[in-house]
């Protein structure tokens, strides 16, 4: 019998009407737009088992010894499709070819913000993801502006990505059943990511106002700026959780322009 680890943030998926839901909800992304398929962190094979009846190209990324050994014993996925490894160590370059590829799973809890960044880091390969989380990072991640839990993952998840809250699942859905509920979200890419997302200083100034989101954003950012008369430019007086990400793009615009 294989056992949930804590050191791998494990809850096991075992509502059988859930797995069918999300693989059904991922079967659609796939005929949208890749049937290239990575799931993260597979564990049992029961949302696998799911997506193996689907006419999909699916590999799957597990750490965990035990699991990958459950995984080839009961013949859910072959040594072909099974990669032994960290997904956060995984180089994405040779995966599918170099092919665009969906990017899904029930992900371990405890590195959950850390698949999201490599995720975006990572976009131009992946139009598209689907993925369980905790409720309070599934809504960190989507919520918009003006929201308690708006932060620096919104942001830079929103600027890329189009999210959509799928399915609200409680702790006796799993084994062992987590402390909190569940939500799996779906992210697809936007058409046109603008670069000024992709540029440093975008992230920089990102990170910072939420550094010390009770501060106006002249006090978080006047690192950044040379010219001080920029400061008075009203947009300084407000706080980060007021900003949609186009005034972020505007703020970096601002400051991108300063004469040097």
């Known amino acids: ?35 290239n398929v990575l799931e993260v962190g597979p564990g049992k094979g029961v949302l696998t088992q799911e997506l193996v009846k689907y006419d999909l190209n699916l590999k799957a990324v597990e750490i965990d010894q035990d699991m990958v050994d459950h995984l080839l014993q009961a013949k859910i996925l072959t040594e072909e499709a099974l990669i032994r490894q960290n997904f956060l160590k995984l180089d994405l370059d040779d995966l599918f070819g170099g092919e665009e590829f969906l990017l899904v799973g029930n992900f371990p809890y405890n590195i959950s913000s850390q698949i999201v960044i490599k995720m975006l880091e990572e976009y131009s390969r992946i139009p598209a993801m689907l993925g369980m989380f905790q409720r309070e990072m599934a809504e960190r991640i989507i919520e918009p502006k003006g929201s308690k839990v708006y932060g620096r993952l919104s942001v830079l998840t929103q600027c890329k990505y189009i999210g ?29 990511v ?67």
């Open 1 to 35: 019998m294989q056992f949930a680890k804590k050191k791998y943030g494990q809850h096991f998926l075992i509502n059988q009407n859930v797995v069918e839901q999300i693989a059904s909800y991922i079967n659609a992304l796939a005929q949208k737009h890749t049937k």
């Open 164 to 192: 959509k809250k799928m399915v609200k699942i409680s702790p006796g859905s799993f084994n062992p059943p987590p402390k909190v509920d569940s939500m799996v979200i779906q992210l697809e890419r936007k058409e046109v």
């Open 194 to 260: 603008d670069t000024i997302y992709t540029k440093k200083l975008f992230k920089t100034i990102v990170h910072l106002s939420f550094g010390q989101r009770r501060k106006m954003l002249r006090n978080t950012l006047k690192g950044l700026v040379k010219e001080k008369a920029l400061l008075e430019e009203s947009i300084f007086t407000e706080r980060p959780e007021q900003l949609s990400i186009e005034q972020f793009a505007y703020l970096t615009e601002l400051i991108e322009k300063q004469e040097i």
